[in-house]
């Protein structure tokens, strides 16, 4: 009779225990929700443990809505549309707000009017921003083309103006080393160092005799003239960057980044020296190592002998500047000759982008925007009547300050506020984990 007691009470304490344990794991199915985020990269793996060295369980693209449920230091646990848990890199991720400014760059970007076609010669990554370290949410393949759009420089080391910021708590400053502490004040405990003597009675005796003994000084020869000054090193014609002494030094830690539009209608910046303008090479000789930041077709030419050829517009730049172009110039097809000859070239200039084209009546129209060297921006307009380019007016124009993204920068994902607020396990919850990891293996 004993025994079935005690053991009535050991089936009785087992079953409340794996009451409590079934609880605590149904408890467990819905975490609540830290905060909201989305996939930045062209494809992220969704870990199912926190090691790194786990295999990656899902693959998720960019744009995939996701669902914080916990942080680690800068890992974030999410749960996807599909219930799909994991970790990722909080880094790769994008907040909201983040998200709605890049669809709206997007749709004006996808506005903005074409400066020329490029293609790729390697698989080429599309960064959200232009800078290295901003996640690549698409790539251009092999031998693909896009459209330049506008072009940007930067310094190499430039900091993201988005992305994540893991605002966790400051650690307080460590107190000072004890030894400091000590020296200091066995320093000031040392007595106080001794009165100076005092000035004797008959010191203006002593100094009289002093000065009627010494002899008389020589007197100082004039000094010489300063030197005259150097010449400054003459600067090229071309650079018209101010307070650039040495202008190869300045150029070297500086980047060029273009915005280009893809074939899908993605928009995104990749690094200049990747491109290559698709203009033909009859023409792109001309260049001799200058930057094509822009060209337009100008119309066919029919040639007998050589066949259909066109007439083109180009803008090149010499040397990485703050403008976008330092010349502008057409070349037309000599149907006599059988070869480019130019027609009309300007330079040097501080021309910026974008330049328009248009068409009427068979004339082609194109407009260009330029800095005096006042300081002053016009928009110049031209006419090419097939041979001849005319300037037909100069109006004032404000620029805008360039390519932006919004007004202000979207707000990052405060991962370090989501993970003030994250649960912190029970003892229940953890014995369940415990357990479930335990018949896992």
């Not at 909201?36 to 809505?65: C, M, N, W």
């Not at 009859?282 to 007439?311: C, M, P, S, T």
Request: aromatic letters at 8%; one cysteine or more; hydrophobic letters at 40%.
């Amino acid at each position: 009779m004993q025994f079935s007691v005690v053991g009535s009470a050991r089936l009785v304490a087992f079953s409340l225990l794996g009451s409590l344990l079934w609880l605590a794991g149904c408890g467990a199915s819905a975490p609540p929700t830290l905060g909201e985020a989305y996939v930045a990269p062209t494809t992220l793996s969704l870990r199912s443990e926190f090691a790194q060295k786990t295999g990656p369980a899902v693959l998720l693209k960019h744009g995939d809505h996701l669902r914080i449920v916990d942080v680690r230091r800068r890992f974030v646990k999410v749960l996807t549309d599909r219930d799909q848990s994991g970790w990722v890199d909080s880094a790769q991720l994008l907040s909201p707000a983040e998200m709605e400014q890049l669809r709206k760059a997007t749709e004006q970007a996808l506005r903005m009017p074409s400066q020329g076609a490029a293609t790729v010669y390697d698989e080429l990554n599309v960064h959200l921003e232009p800078n290295r370290q901003s996640p690549a949410f698409t790539k251009i393949p092999q031998a693909g083309s896009v459209e330049v759009l506008t072009h940007k420089i930067l310094p190499k080391n430039a900091a993201l103006s988005s992305g994540n910021a893991i605002s966790l708590i400051t650690k307080p400053a460590p107190p000072s080393r004890k030894g400091k502490n000590e020296k200091a004040v066995a320093f000031s405990a040392r007595p106080p160092n001794a009165p100076a003597p005092k000035v004797p009675e008959n010191w203006l005796a002593l100094s009289a005799e002093r000065v009627e003994a010494s002899p008389v000084p020589k007197k100082a020869p004039a000094p010489l003239p300063p030197p005259p000054p150097v010449a400054a090193k003459a600067r090229s014609k071309n650079d018209k960057r101010p307070g650039h002494s040495n202008p190869d030094a300045a150029a070297a830690s500086l980047e060029d980044w273009s915005m280009v539009r893809t074939k899908d209608h993605l928009c995104g910046w990749v690094l200049t020296r990747n491109l290559t303008m698709s203009i033909p090479d009859e023409v792109a000789q001309y260049a001799e190592g200058k930057r094509i930041a822009a060209y337009f077709d100008l119309g066919a030419v029919k040639d007998e002998i050589k066949g259909i050829n066109h007439d083109w517009l180009w803008a090149i730049s010499a040397d990485v500047a703050e403008f976008d172009f330092d010349s502008i110039r057409v070349f037309i097809w000599d149907r006599r000759h059988h070869r480019y000859e130019t027609a009309y070239r300007e330079h040097p200039i501080e021309g910026y982008l974008p330049i328009r084209t248009e068409t009427s009546d068979g004339k082609y129209f194109f407009s260009v925007i330029v800095r005096t060297a006042d300081g002053q921006s016009l928009l110049r307009r031209y006419q090419f009547d097939g041979t001849r380019v005319h300037l037909l007016s100069k109006a004032p124009y404000q620029r805008p300050s360039g390519f932006d993204t919004g007004a202000a920068k979207a707000e990052p994902l405060q991962v370090g506020q989501m993970q003030a607020r994250a649960p912190r396990p029970g003892f229940w919850r953890r014995l369940w984990d415990s357990i479930k990891h335990l018949f896992s293996r």
